[in-house]
């Protein structure tokens, strides 16, 4: 299994509403990540995870809550959103200190928020 | 400070044609890796190519092939008879250092179109 699965892959919600991405790769990767990525523009780092432990944060706003239940998943949970947060959002994982292929990227969820 | 700049915003050929996207990059570390991701618009990020900062060989891998230059800061990337399938965002990215995680930083992108 050489992939990373995101679900759902479009989600629509409301300000008010609270709803979690989910992300999960069987590679034995040790490093998950969360990225951002408006339209047009590159993907921008939200969130890494190395061996299970939050390792950086690039300063994101509390309504976002990363989660790493295992090695195998990534949470990301949404609350309180704004319609500015609307963008697409990629899970990604890499192998520890060798990087041959860099990063395995997900195909991403497109989130709406009204 | 690390940077990645993709200074073609969109290139747009006929098929059949070569076509070369540019990658300036930034860093101040003796060791980092270079990276090319194609994005079509299905979204996901496609893994084409890395290379390290002590390996420029350049690399040809069947239409597609990649001229690393460290004296110029370059990793660019030609795709020879171009199809239709390579309509795609392509993203340079560069990472640094050899941490068990690490953070890829991405240039713009340049979106290429290419018209039967």
């Known amino acids: 299994d050489t992939e990373v699965t995101q679900t759902p892959k479009h989600l629509v919600m409301g300000m008010t509403n609270k709803k979690s991405l989910k992300c999960e790769q069987h590679m034995g990767h040790r490093a998950m990540y969360w990225y951002k990525q408006k339209a047009k523009k590159p993907p921008e780092l939200m969130f890494v995870?190395?061996?299970?432990?939050?390792?950086i944060n690039e300063s994101v706003p509390s309504r976002f809550s990363p989660e790493c239940p295992n090695s195998s998943l990534l949470n990301l949970h949404l609350h309180a959103l704004q319609p500015e947060d609307s963008a697409l959002y990629l899970c990604?994982?890499?192998?520890?200190?060798?990087?041959?292929?860099?990063?395995?990227f997900g195909s991403g969820t497109r989130l709406t928020v009204v | 400070a690390q940077k990645v700049t993709q200074a073609q915003t969109e290139i747009s050929v006929v098929e059949k044609e070569d076509v070369t996207l540019d990658c300036v990059y930034e860093?101040?570390?003796?060791?980092?890796?270079l990276f090319w991701y194609k994005q079509p618009p299905s979204g996901e990020l496609v893994f084409l190519i890395r290379?390290?900062?002590?390996?420029?060989q350049n690399e040809i891998s069947g239409r597609y092939s990649w001229n690393f230059q460290k004296s110029t800061s370059s990793f660019n990337f030609t795709i020879t008879a171009s199809q239709v399938v390579d309509s795609a965002v392509y993203f340079c990215a560069l990472s640094e250092g050899m941490d068990s995680s690490y953070k890829l930083i991405f240039g713009s992108g340049t979106r290429l179109l290419v018209r039967p």
């Open positions: 860093t101040r570390d003796t060791t980092y890796y």
């Open positions: 995870y190395s061996y299970e432990k939050l390792s």
């Open positions: 290379r390290n900062s002590f390996d420029e």
């Open positions: 990604a994982s890499s192998q520890e200190r060798v990087r041959p292929n860099g990063y395995t």
